[in-house]
T-cell receptor, first 108, second 116 residues
Framework: DAKTTQPNSMESNEEEPVHLPCNHS???????IHWYRQLPSQGPEYVIHGLTSNVNNRMASLAIAEDRKSSTLILHRATLRDAAVYYC?????????FGPGTRLSVLP | SAVISQKPSRDICQRGTSLTIQCQVD?????MFWYRQQPGQSLTLIATANQGSEATYESGFVIDKFPISRPNLTFSTLTVSNMSPEDSSIYLC?????????????FGQGTRLTVV
């Protein structure tokens, strides 16, 4: 499985946008870029995924670099409930391989 | 989407005993996945369970320690056998929904196991 690199932790103020980066320089042409998050004491939950084009949904936006070697998860207005560990995962089909992720703290 | 229920949600067990964790999905799925999350760590895949066949274990995990059953398309169990304190972790069940525009994974809430 292709590897991803994320910062260990990030901080944001409530109501401000958050940009969570992910590097994946060894991504293959068929790998989708997935983002999951794990709130305290819960299992991971889906946030967003994409292949080549930028993606938007009600939770977040995913900006994918033109060469696909990096991506950024954008939370447009962070809330306290967004405090979680965010995982950037590359996958085609089955087997999601979780890295350490980025622990996001949101300050009131 | 899929809704996954795990039982028990938490347990405290004596070393040397075994615990069976149940995973129930609200729809039929081909593959179910079991993960372990050690304290402060990320998720590690233990095995993939297909209905009607033996589970496929990842490197470092063996069937004698983590036997898995998959009797039908909506249910699976993971047993943690002969437990030691090192087995204290969160165990999570997962299923994946394969779609033309990418796969989405769904997770249970996890079973928090403490071995004393």
């Amino acid at each position: 499985d292709a590897k991803t690199t994320q910062p260990n932790s990030m901080e944001s103020n409530e109501e401000e946008p958050v940009h969570l980066p992910c590097n994946h320089s060894t991504i293959s042409g068929t790998d989708y870029i997935h983002w999951y998050r794990q709130l305290p004491s819960q299992g991971p939950e889906y946030v967003i995924h994409g292949l080549t084009s930028n993606v938007n949904n009600r939770m977040a936006s995913l900006a994918i670099a033109e060469d696909r070697k990096s991506s950024t998860l954008i939370l447009h207005r962070a809330t306290l409930r967004d405090a979680a560990v965010y995982y950037c995962i590359l996958s085609y089909g089955q087997n999601f391989v979780f890295g350490p992720g980025t622990r996001l703290s949101v300050l009131p | 989407s899929a809704v996954i229920s795990q039982k028990p949600s938490r347990d405290i067990c004596q070393r040397g005993t075994s615990l069976t964790i149940q995973c129930q999905v609200d729809s039929q799925v081909t593959m179910m996945f079991w993960y372990r999350q050690q304290p402060g760590q990320s998720l590690t895949l233990i095995a993939t369970a297909n209905q009607g066949s033996e589970a496929t274990y990842e490197s470092g995990f063996v069937i004698d320690k983590f036997p898995i059953s998959r009797p039908n398309l909506t249910f699976s169990t993971l047993t943690v056998s002969n437990m030691s304190p090192e087995d204290s972790s969160i165990y999570l069940c997962s299923v994946e929904d394969f779609k033309p525009l990418g796969t989405e994974a769904f997770f249970g809430q996890g079973t928090r196991l403490t071995v004393v």
